[in-house]
């Protein structure tokens, strides 16, 4: 039997033997948790009197994701934004150009699976010298080469090592689509929490200019009385700094809401005087759901692109390993070479000038085994590396959901109470108004209840404000997607 033929044969009987690890998705236990409800016991202490008394959010099994989820919220400017945040953000395009490197370098390591041909051509002029040919005393001319063929190689994939990275770069493909994702809902959620903010701060300028206007006309009040002898100038000096106080956070809330709107302008690839017209109409924040319910941190695990990415990463490290594994067994090639040789370029095809050769090439790393193993050794450490990073992933969704319910539980209950202080706020203003004009009371008690008044709505502009940014948080957390309230 011919060596290489023997060669051959050995290097399928190692592959008989030869056994490459098996990738076994990751697992991390995770403790069930419950559905948070913001149904609180402070919000059942105010449901007499919540304008949401007695809502509760229907748990459908329909799941929304990226722009479909805040469809659901109702705000048409809102999802008008995302949609073009998800289409034009550098921050979209820059994570779709590293999925099609991706998808590239998948598509180049399939075609270690075929046989490679290259077509070659040269033309070689050559003199030996004398000093070549013992007893030769005169130069020798000048001599022409001209070759032309086509050089074939094929890897015999025997044990594995080109598809393994070929199914390790598909496993990274899948890793970027999930990234993809993950970039998706991050910039979806900022586009969102950012516009709740603008909102907020627009409400908080509402509310601020709502009682300007209120005590400017207190002021008033005060100069009149002041001018028909029935006041003094304590009350008018004090109305007046109660009004400038309530001007001068005017400045600072103007500030946020340019901010915001810039901000909104760089999330979706803009400049502030190009976003839609309907972002500069003041508007209130959309109503937000009473109840939300993630289910259970199996499924979260499974719906987070963030920890479907990190697993294929594990799943591409893992195959990565076999592929350098494999490089410690032997590799054959079948290699074949055809073409035409001549002196001369007019007889390049002429008979007797072909050329042909053919035949199986084995290699093994007999002196080169320190390489292969540290090769090896790099690829698992990745492997260990990318482990870690799954098992950090998986615990921080948890972490992020839990929190974020928690949160946005609590910032609902507040909402409640604050629209219950609001509204008493009023009344007791209205009151101390009528009261004073009446000459029942002195004005000290109209200042107090006013700037009551201000502090609670301020503080309900504040709290709807941060409930639709838990809302926000609770979608990241769950990575885009949950039943829809």
Known sequence: MHSSYKWAFGAVVLSACYSAPVFHEPVVDVVPTRAVSARSDARQASAASSPTAGMRSQQSAVMTTGAGFWRTIGDTTLTALIAEALRASPTTQGAEARLAGARASRRLSAFDLVPSVTATGSTLRSRQSVAQIPGLTNQLPHQDLYDVGFDANWELDIFGRVRR??????????????????????????????????????????????????????VSLTQDRLAAGRGTAFDTERARSVLQLTL????????????????????????????????????????????????????????????????????????????????YMPRLTLGASAGYTSTRFQSLTDPGMSR??????????????????????????????????????????????????????????????????????????????????????????????????????????????????????????????????
Do not use: C, M
């Open 248 to 327: 001068a956070g005017v400045p600072s809330i103007e500030s946020q809401i340019a901010a915001s709107t810039h901000r909104l302008a760089t999330l979706i690839g803009r400049t502030a005087d190009a976003l839609p017209k309907s972002v500069y109409a003041a508007a209130d924040l959309p109503p937000l759901p009473d109840t939300v319910n993630v289910g259970s941190p199996k499924d979260l695990i499974r719906k987070r692109p963030d920890v479907l990415a990190a697993e294929r990463q594990v799943a591409a490290n893992s195959l990565l390993v076999g592929a350098a594994q494999a490089d």
């Open 165 to 218: 990275n070929v199914s390790a770069q598909g496993a990274l493909v899948a890793s970027a689509e999930h990234s993809l994702d993950d970039v998706q809902v991050s910039l979806s959620a900022e586009v969102a929490r950012t516009y709740f903010e603008l909102r907020g701060a627009e409400r908080q300028l509402s509310v601020a200019r709502r009682n300007a206007e209120n005590q400017a006309r207190t």
């Open 356 to 485: 042909l050769v053919i035949g199986p090439v084995v290699s093994l790393p007999l002196l080169d085994v320190g390489r292969v193993r540290q090769r090896v050794d790099i690829a698992s450490a990745r492997q260990n590396e990318s482990e870690v990073q799954y098992t950090a992933t998986v615990l921080q969704a948890v972490e992020e959901a839990e929190t974020a319910l928690v949160s946005y539980d609590r910032a609902h209950a507040r909402v409640v109470i604050l629209t219950d202080a609001v509204r008493s706020s009023g009344r007791a203003a209205a009151l101390a108004q009528q009261r004073f004009e009446a000459g029942l009371t002195d004005f000290f008690q109209v200042l107090d209840a006013q700037r009551t008044q201000l502090e609670a709505e301020t503080q309900l502009a504040t709290a709807h404000t941060a409930a639709a940014t838990a809302l926000v948080a609770v979608y990241k957390s769950v990575g885009g997607a949950w039943p829809a309230p």
